[in-house]
């Protein structure tokens, strides 16, 4: 019992598989998905900071880095089943705040069990960094997914979650990093040689012209 408790943990970060049950070219796991949000987040807090918006960096960091630990607990739950109804991911959020809470009440010495629920929780919220956070998490689950389309892989899930990422960060684009990512970063990813481009084009464009209309 004790702090070695949460640091086992993150390995076994490592050994949860996203979309799991599913075939993939490549498998994801939820440590490497931590640090590929981080790193997302941390390009878009410099676009923010560019333009003159102020970024909490140890903020933004720690919501980024901390954002999935929940999932030691109940493994990764693929978007569309977690998304399905506002009551289902509340429930979801519901269970997860309690394990976590749970754990840091038996684990952690009480004088850092308050900073480690803050840590700990979700992130998501609506401050700057929250928003910056909600988008870097799909930002990485559209580039899993348009991984996966590129290779032909023949479930249509994933055109399913790209289509789903992509409407989620476009609600967030009154965000300049958003529209950076949108005006500079996607016009680049369809640029790629694979198969399907002109489906996944097509995809794409109907959701970004949805913003214009």
């Given amino acids: 019992m004790g702090v070695h408790q949460?640091?086992?943990?993150?390995?076994?970060?490592?050994?949860?598989i996203r979309l799991p049950g599913k075939f993939k070219y490549f498998e994801h796991n939820v440590a490497a998905h931590s640090f590929k949000v981080t790193k997302i987040a941390q390009y878009l807090g410099t676009v923010?900071?560019?333009?003159g918006n102020e970024i909490n960096w140890k903020n933004l960091y720690e919501k980024a880095?901390?954002?999935d630990f929940a999932?030691?607990?109940t493994g990764d739950i693929k978007t569309p089943v977690k998304y399905a109804s506002r009551d289902l991911k509340k429930l979801f959020s519901q269970v997860e705040e309690e394990m976590v809470d749970n754990f840091?009440?038996?684990?952690?010495?009480?004088?850092?069990?308050?900073?480690?629920?803050?840590?700990?929780?979700?992130g998501k919220d609506d401050s700057l960094e929250g928003q910056i956070l909600a988008v870097a998490d799909k930002i990485d689950l559209l580039y899993e997914t348009f991984g996966e389309i590129q290779k032909r892989n023949p479930d249509d899930l994933f055109?399913?979650?790209?289509?789903?990422?992509?409407?989620?960060?476009?609600?967030?684009d009154h965000l300049v990093s958003v529209q950076d990512?949108?005006?500079?970063v996607i016009p680049e990813m369809l640029t790629e040689n694979f198969i399907p481009r002109s489906?996944?084009?097509?995809?794409?464009?109907?959701?970004l012209n949805k913003r214009d209309g």
């Fill in 181 to 184: 990512f949108i005006e500079n």
């Fill in 159 to 172: 055109f399913e979650i790209y289509e789903m990422s992509l409407e989620t960060i476009m609600q967030f």
């Fill in 48 to 51: 923010e900071e560019a333009h």
């Fill in 71 to 73: 999932e030691v607990f």
């Fill in 65 to 67: 880095l901390n954002h």
């Fill in 6 to 16: 949460y640091f086992k943990r993150l390995s076994d970060l490592e050994k949860l």
């Fill in 199 to 207: 489906e996944l084009r097509e995809l794409t464009m109907s959701i």
């Fill in 104 to 122: 840091i009440r038996e684990e952690f010495p009480p004088e850092y069990q308050d900073v480690y629920r803050e840590r700990l929780q979700e």
